[in-house]
């Protein structure tokens, strides 16, 4: 059984590194030996909370099983250790782990690994290095417990894609106008072509157009969903502001569970590159960026639930609870209202019908790939539409960045609009709007109205909408006070009235970023009058969890 070629060889002894006899020693009082007989699985795909495991003598070898044969991954010797970043999330396996040979191992439960990556640093650089780059490893041969058959004319298809993406879970992807053996394997588990997409989990449970709620459960992502505990912390959103308050509330020794509707970043997570935040002066992939994030706040023993959405803040229960859309309800002594914006949807007849099929509210490298060797159009002024315009012009033959202002300098980095005046594949089209989308299945030609207010008609597939922001306020409504444009109200920005309104029960005044109800708080997007950055999201999270200590400790 040949091993697949691996894209990081040249990060191997990163990925595959021998740990030293004195490293051994430290770990040893955490875990237990064992002996291993030949053939013998230490743990299987789909299993969940599996030991880790340093090899002492003899070896081991990885595999991802499917369709009844094997894919190796590696083999371990004495020194080297098993594990990738499910083994701190608490997800379900990838591989197969077994004994090649008779041996020796030293196995520590998964709750003691956690604990060690949070008090020995050396060993937490080493073990968080080798677990993050053997998932980017796996994901990049598509080796997990997921196929995804599918067509790149379908906006399910893209859907999928892109929360399996997002979500850094790898999968094998099946295009049914590509891949030969596909009928095959469509008729072996009955699944007609109408019922495209399909995801096919380890193996053995098919599911036809499966939701985000679906596939996350299937894919066992969301263990901490436990309603019968009182956290301290809740958190409603995963993006920047989010992410920062669950790494630093949880590294203090809170208990935290962030809920996230789609997948860790938020808007940001969507960006093809940041440039202007703190710290990556080549800049970072906003995908990048929140993969990292959510490591460390697993890292530090923060609970993430994945594709479950906030519902209803139930405020007047002591402590609060959130209903999620589910029906489940959670509770915590404090919460901090991260659920961030989304792009404002344009005003046009057809938009839903071609929305992931022609209509597209990320550039990511996914997006990109569709539309490369062809025009495409991003509407919007700010520097997402800017990042996404730059990035595109990569591929795409011409870009087209239609704004109803006069330009761009009035609201975006300069930066950007150089790089968007430099660029022979960008025309700005000033006080420009889209008047129509047309096509049948999938987007076919659109129509704008220009400067002169004439009517242009283009045959263009593909248009990104990065227009204005929205706030995801609605599941709070009626329980913290809101601006005119729906934007929660924090702090000092909110009247003597409005508190009067809400019957504001304590003496002092409301903290920086807390909400019209005490232990309540609102950072990032969502909050009225944040600073729409990366740096300011991450900054406000991390000064909310001082904040919520503060109350916490009433």
């Known amino acids: 059984m040949a091993i697949a070629p691996d894209p990081f060889e040249q990060r191997r002894e990163q990925m595959y590194g021998t740990l030293a006899p004195e490293q051994v020693a430290r770990i040893a009082p955490l875990g237990a030996r064992r002996q291993l007989r030949r053939g013998e699985v230490l743990y299987d795909q789909g299993d969940r909370e599996i030991p880790f495991y340093v090899v002492m003598r003899g070896t081991l070898e990885a595999v991802r099983p499917h369709d009844a044969t094997e894919d190796a991954i590696t083999i371990l010797g004495p020194g080297q250790f098993?594990?990738?970043?499910?083994?701190?999330?608490?997800?379900?396996?990838?591989?197969?782990?077994?004994?090649?040979?008779?041996?020796?191992v030293l196995e520590v439960r998964?709750?003691?690994?956690?604990?060690?990556?949070?008090?020995?640093?050396?060993?937490s650089e080493l073990l968080m290095r080798a677990f993050i780059l053997r998932r980017v490893g796996l994901i990049a041969r598509g080796m997990g417990d997921v196929v995804l058959v599918g067509s790149p004319h379908s906006s399910g298809t893209l859907r999928i894609k892109e929360f399996l993406v997002r979500n850094g879970h790898p999968y094998t992807y099946l295009d049914v106008e590509r891949h030969d053996?596909?009928?095959?394997?469509?008729?072996?588990?009955?699944?007609?072509?109408?019922?495209?997409?399909?995801?096919?989990?380890?193996?053995?449970?098919?599911?036809?157009?499966?939701?985000?709620?679906?596939?996350?459960?299937?894919?066992?992502?969301?263990?901490?969903?436990?309603?019968?505990?009182v956290r301290d912390l809740l958190v409603v959103g995963a993006g920047p502001a989010g992410l920062a308050a669950a790494v630093y509330g949880a590294s203090e020794g809170l208990s935290v569970l962030v809920l996230e509707t789609h997948a860790p970043g938020g808007q940001a997570g969507s960006s093809s590159r940041i440039e202007n935040y703190l710290g990556f002066p080549y800049g970072i992939s906003g995908q990048a960026l929140a993969g990292r994030a959510f490591s460390q706040a697993e890292k530090f023993g923060a609970g993430v639930v994945i594709a479950r959405s906030a519902g209803k803040l139930l405020c007047e229960r002591n402590p609060y609870a959130v209903q999620l859309s589910s029906g489940e309800v959670m509770?915590?002594?404090?919460?901090?209202?991260a659920s961030g914006a989304q792009y404002r949807k344009l005003p046009l007849v057809k938009l839903s019908v071609f929305e992931g099929a022609?209509?597209?509210y990320a550039a990511s490298q996914m997006e990109a790939q569709l539309c490369a060797?062809?025009?495409?159009?991003?509407?919007?002024?700010?520097?997402?539409?800017g990042q996404?315009?730059?990035?595109?012009?990569?591929?795409?033959?011409?870009?087209?960045?239609?704004?109803?202002?006069?330009?761009?300098?009035?609201?975006?980095?300069?930066?950007?609009?150089?790089?968007?005046?430099?660029?022979?594949?960008?025309?700005?089209?000033?006080?420009?709007?889209?008047?129509s989308l047309d096509g049948d299945t999938r987007l076919e030609t659109v129509r704008w109205r220009n400067a002169r207010g004439e009517i242009e008609s283009h045959s263009i597939r593909h248009v990104f909408l990065m227009t204005g922001a929205v706030p995801n306020t609605g599941w709070v409504a009626g329980c913290v006070t809101l601006d005119d444009k729906g934007?929660?109200?924090?702090?000092?920005?909110?009247?003597?009235?409005?508190?009067?309104?809400?019957?504001?029960?304590?003496?002092r005044a409301p903290y920086l970023l807390e909400t019209s109800r005490p232990g309540v708080f609102a950072v990032g997007d969502v909050r009225a009058g944040s600073v729409k950055r990366v740096a300011s999201a991450v900054g406000e999270g991390s000064i909310c969890v001082q904040l919520c200590h503060k109350v916490l400790a009433e």
């Open 181 to 229: 053996d596909v009928q095959a394997l469509l008729d072996r588990l009955k699944i007609t072509i109408d019922e495209i997409p399909v995801v096919v989990c380890r193996g053995e449970k098919v599911l036809r157009n499966p939701t985000p709620e679906k596939l996350a459960d299937c894919l066992g992502f969301n263990r901490d969903l436990r309603v019968e505990v």
């Open 487 to 507: 934007f929660v109200k924090t702090g000092g920005d909110l009247t003597a009235e409005e508190l009067a309104a809400a019957r504001w029960p304590l003496r």
């Open 373 to 385: 060797g062809e025009e495409v159009i991003v509407v919007g002024g700010g520097n997402s539409a």
């Open 110 to 123: 998964a709750e003691a690994l956690r604990v060690l990556v949070q008090v020995d640093s050396e060993l």
């Open 82 to 104: 098993t594990g990738e970043m499910n083994m701190l999330t608490g997800r379900r396996s990838l591989v197969r782990v077994r004994a090649r040979e008779d041996g020796e």
């Open 358 to 360: 022609g209509v597209y």
């Open 331 to 337: 509770h915590a002594r404090a919460v901090i209202i």
């Open 388 to 435: 996404a315009a730059v990035f595109l012009s990569e591929t795409a033959t011409h870009v087209h960045v239609l704004v109803r202002s006069d330009g761009l300098a009035e609201t975006m980095s300069r930066y950007l609009v150089r790089r968007i005046e430099d660029s022979p594949r960008i025309t700005v089209h000033a006080r420009t709007e889209i008047e």
